[in-house]
């Protein structure tokens, strides 16, 4: 009987680890899908309706190593005196992950200051639909959306951090 449960543990941990790639489905002008998350100061967000009446720019996240694009994009924002409501969106798809969910929100609070948990949301449970929306290829490249005050799609770009492409966002603001 023990040999039946590590077998099925073990299988349990393959599939939930289990990454699909996924082209993106994001068109211009459409509404964002709804996406259930939660702040890493531990307030419930739903995606787009709570950020409903601004522009908002999202940086989907899909690995760890998209933090380093990220980080791009803030800096870039921040050194042009951008105005608009950024937030990061750590989105991860698969069993194994939720069942960790407290674990992997509490290391991300380590390497964030308390200030800026609020501009954290993680999305667990609709994080194959994020995925499946905006595409997953080619991970490290954040997925970046700005949300018009209605929370439709205004602007969509996943290849990675440019200059180009953060004049193209402030473009999109403006107009």
Do not use: H
């Not at 449970?125 to 995925?131: F, I, L």
Request: charged content about 20%.
């Amino acid at each position: 009987m023990q040999k039946f449960y590590q077998i099925l543990v073990f299988v349990l941990f393959l599939s939930s680890c289990a990454n699909y790639e996924y082209p993106s489905q994001v068109s211009i002008g459409d509404k964002m899908i709804n996406a259930a998350g939660q702040s890493l100061e531990g307030n419930a967000v739903v995606i787009p309706q709570d950020f409903a009446g601004q522009e908002t720019l999202l940086l989907f996240g899909y690995k760890q190593d998209t933090q380093f694009d990220i980080d791009r994009w803030l800096i870039g924002l921040d050194m042009t005196q951008t105005q608009v409501a950024a937030y990061e969106i750590p989105t991860i798809q698969g069993m194994l992950p939720r069942m960790f969910s407290g674990f992997i929100d509490n290391g991300m609070r380590k390497g964030i200051p308390k200030n800026l948990w609020k501009g954290v949301v993680t999305v667990y449970a609709d994080g194959d639909k994020v995925q499946r929306f905006t595409g997953n290829l080619n991970p490290n490249n954040a997925r970046v959306m700005l949300l018009d005050k209605q929370g439709d799609i205004v602007y969509f770009y996943d290849k990675g951090f440019s200059v180009e492409a953060l004049n193209e966002v402030r473009e999109a603001l403006e107009n």
